[in-house]
């Protein structure tokens, strides 16, 4: 049964998340910014996203551009856990992995290191 949260309750969990990356990587983090959405409408299923350019693949035309996104998405989330334990992992994963993505590593290599 889907874990039922408040939707500031859960804005808490990713900010815990995003506070518990060490802060040489945040401070790597560049022209990125974190939503909480209910689901990907197209995707309802997936956990987070991220869009825009990785690091490792940006040059100088890269300049002026918006920021980039990484969307967790609340109701996947919820709906794939039975207790709030479960969540805060999950939540704590999923901010990882994207975070991850913004530096330009992929799923492939995300998996092998045990955060797929």
């Given amino acids: 049964m889907p874990v039922r949260m408040s939707s500031q309750r ?6 815990d998340a995003l506070d518990a990356i060490p802060p ?26 991220y869009e825009g350019t990785a690091l490792t693949d940006r040059d100088s035309s890269y300049a002026g551009s918006l920021p980039d996104t990484i969307t967790i998405y609340r109701d996947a989330l919820l709906d794939m856990c039975d ?12 901010v990882v992995h994207e975070i991850a993505h913004h530096f330009g590593i992929d799923d492939e290599r995300l998996h092998e290191l045990g955060w797929g």
Avoid: Q
């Fill in 10 to 15: 859960f804005d808490e969990l990713v900010s």
């Fill in 24 to 49: 040489k990587l945040t401070a790597a983090l560049d022209n990125v910014v974190v939503l909480v959405e209910p689901r990907h409408l197209e995707e309802p299923d997936i956990l987070g996203l």
């Fill in 83 to 94: 207790t709030e334990d479960e969540v805060v992992d999950e939540v704590a994963i999923t």
